[in-house]
T-cell receptor
């Protein structure tokens, strides 16, 4: 059974720092991996989607990498801002579904 | 485009009452999904649909029913609500893709409390 883990559960950094969020999964047979952002009381916003054949994807200050063989993905946020404060979720794609981690709560202090 | 919308945003039910949550998408997506989000457990798939007129069970289907009579709508029903169904419910949609699926887009959620 696929299990997705995100460590740490919470992270607090000062504004301007570069940071890395981690996601690990137990079964390397995935179709893709998706990173989401969730603000308190809101829905999920898709940040980046990496197909299983890809190694990384970039969007603005965000860069996501995927290493299927080791069962790991990272989300790199450059020059963090207070507006980046949110919960970040990763989800691995299996047949007809996504399997989610429980998220990392990020707080960027001004 | 409105994307994925959900109705209602909030609802309080008493144990045993029934209700239907409505999800609509205007992106012509084939696939639609219902998830629930609970503290410490992440999002879990309840039911999903791979096209109009089709439905299938996800990870936690018990106590829920779904229907996909129109391609753009996906309904989630609770026939007899229980306190364990207190949760935040999210609908999502995606294009179909052979061998997998594409990026999923989520609605804003429905916060349901069962007393």
């Amino acid at each position: 059974k696929q299990e997705v883990t995100q460590i740490p559960a919470a992270l607090s950094v000062p504004e301007g720092e570069n940071l890395v969020l981690n996601c690990s999964f137990t079964d390397s047979a995935i179709y893709n991996l998706q990173w989401f952002r969730q603000d308190p009381g809101k829905g999920l916003t898709s940040l980046l989607l990496i197909q299983s054949s890809q190694r990384e994807q970039t969007s603005g200050r965000l860069n996501a990498s995927l290493d299927k063989s080791s069962g790991r993905s990272t989300l790199y946020i450059a020059a963090s801002q207070p507006g980046d404060s949110a919960t970040y979720l990763c989800a691995v794609g299996a047949t007809n579904k996504l399997i989610f981690g429980t998220g990392t709560l990020l707080a960027v202090q001004p | 485009n409105a994307g994925v919308t959900q109705t209602p945003k909030f609802r309080v039910l008493k144990t045993g009452q029934s209700m239907t949550l409505l999800c609509a998408q205007d992106m012509n997506h084939e696939y639609m999904y219902w998830y629930r989000q609970d503290p410490g457990m992440g999002l879990r798939l309840i039911h999903y649909s791979v096209g109009e007129g089709t439905t299938a069970k996800g990870e936690v289907p018990d106590g829920y029913n779904v229907s996909r009579l129109k391609k753009q709508n996906f309904l989630l029903g609770l026939e007899s609500a229980a306190p364990s169904q207190t949760s935040v419910y999210f609908c999502a949609s995606s294009y179909s893709k052979r061998g997998g699926y594409n990026e999923q887009f989520f609605g804003p959620g429905t916060r349901l409390t069962v007393l």
